[in-house]
């Protein structure tokens, strides 16, 4: 079982800066596909960006590409977004979500339903 906890969110004026970072604990955790994926009020969860389990493939979402960055420390259990020029609209709760990966290869998802565990979500609140 892999738990997880975020942290790193704040309120922030548009332009600036932020990094959530993301604590998994379990051996799986190593070898999870880790994903973001955040929710605004009123509105339906959506994906951020993935990372594989080795760091070499991530996947973005059309409106963070070129903002945001994901990366992982696998000696850390952490994995990291790190959201520059953040603008109102990436008002959300942000979440780190993983997904068990049994066979080892080297991919990525931006399928919620494919994600096995959640963190309890990190507010971040761009002001304009």
């Known amino acids: 079982q892999v738990q997880m906890v975020e942290s790193g969110g704040g309120l922030v004026q548009a332009g600036a800066s932020l990094r959530l970072s993301c604590v998994g604990s379990?051996?799986?955790?190593?070898?999870?596909?880790m994903g973001w994926f955040r929710q605004a009020p009123g509105k339906e969860r959506e994906f951020v960006a993935a990372?594989?389990?080795?760091?070499?493939?991530?996947h973005y979402a059309e409106s963070v590409k070129g903002r945001f960055t994901i990366s992982r420390d696998n000696a850390k259990n952490t994995v990291y977004l790190q959201m520059n020029s953040l603008r109102p609209e990436d008002t959300a709760v942000y979440y780190c979500a993983a997904e068990v990966n049994y066979s080892g290869a080297n991919y990525v998802t931006d399928n919620a339903d494919r994600y096995d565990y959640w963190g309890q979500g990190t507010q971040v609140t761009v002001s304009s």
């Open positions: 379990g051996r799986t955790f190593i070898t999870a596909v």
């Open positions: 990372i594989s389990w080795n760091g070499g493939v991530t």
